[in-house]
């Protein structure tokens, strides 16, 4: 799985370059930046920011993907914050890539049973601030950060909306240092595993890769364990139905990480036939990197960034009408 790990760090889908690291401390909190405060030990490595103002604002919870660490909610921070919103960064696992150092030792260095109850931790951080707006507060998560956002709609009330970028409609294998091929669920919940598809040749399309310029194709392997475990893909189904709230997803029938097009699919049928407020966008030729703003990027294909110039309005008008009633 180090080569998995190598390629989705790659894979950072649009996000600028991470900020250097802060210092945690617990209340009061130190000022890492302008209208910047650490969270502390309750969630390491996680970052509050604020538009001017005094609030109380609407307020949006980030999760990144598979490249760890701060990155993808500090490179996303900024656009919302230019839009009104305040932001809770929230890193959930720490890599160490390349032999490095962790950048947050406090958390988990495999992405194993990552605790889903660390999104409720947020929530109940947030309410209780009082420049933020406790009935306005949304989740942003992009792939595994998706994947994230979804499964903690399903088991956590009082978030207003969600938006969940290149999702799954399935929980996956977990991966990294101490974990065993077919044996660990990413995520977990009250501190059980939850139930998980495993990947199927992951090591077989690294010796060979089938994707251009001799990249691996990470969709493979996801597709093919799908596949061959219907029994636990079905156990392992995000229960999307069950979440109250207003949903988008987006994306790309293109995807080599993963089949987000078809997933998405998936998710707003389920939530179609409940009856539930749900966007849905997919587009044909485009892949995974869809979480930017459709500005020229070395990580987005023409089609991504076509892609990218519609889901990025349509999150902003999706959070403007259920966090700012607009």
Known sequence: MKYLLCLTASLALGF?????????????????APTEIMVGDTMPGAFFMAPEGDG???????????????????GKAPAFLAEGYA??????????????????????EAFDA????????????LTARADVRADAIGVYG????????????????????????????????G??????????????????????????????EFANPSGANGRPRLRLPHDKGRHANPELAV??????ETIDEPVLVAGGDGDNVWNSGEMTQSIAETRAKAGLQTVSLIFTDAGH??????????????????????????????????????
């Open 16 to 32: 600028t370059a991470p900020v250097a690291a802060q210092t945690t401390t617990e209340a009061p909190a130190a000022l890492a």
């Open 56 to 74: 109380p604002f609407p307020t949006l919870i980030l999760l990144g993907g598979s490249e760890g660490n701060d990155r993808g909610a500090r």
């Open 87 to 108: 932001v809770l960064g929230v890193p959930y696992y720490s890599p160490a890539w390349g032999g490095q150092e962790q950048k947050f030792p406090a958390l988990p």
């Open 114 to 125: 990552i605790p889903v109850d660390k999104l409720e931790t947020a929530l109940n951080w």
């Open 142 to 173: 992009v792939s595994k950060g998706a994947e994230f956002a979804l499964i903690g709609g399903t088991k956590i009330d009082g978030f207003a909306a969600i938006a969940a970028i290149v999702p799954t409609d399935v929980v996956w294998e």
């Open 175 to 204: 991966w990294g240092p101490g974990t065993e091929a077919g044996k660990n669920s990413s995520f977990s919940w009250r501190g059980e595993p939850l139930p998980f598809v495993p990947y199927d040749g992951m090591n077989e």
């Open 235 to 240: 156990a392992a189904r995000i229960a999307v």
């Open 289 to 326: 990197s869809l979480s930017g703003n459709g500005s020229p990027s070395k990580w987005a294909t023409d089609e991504e960034e076509a892609a990218q110039k519609v889901i990025w309005p349509a999150t902003l008008s999706f959070f403007a009408k259920h966090l700012k009633g607009k």
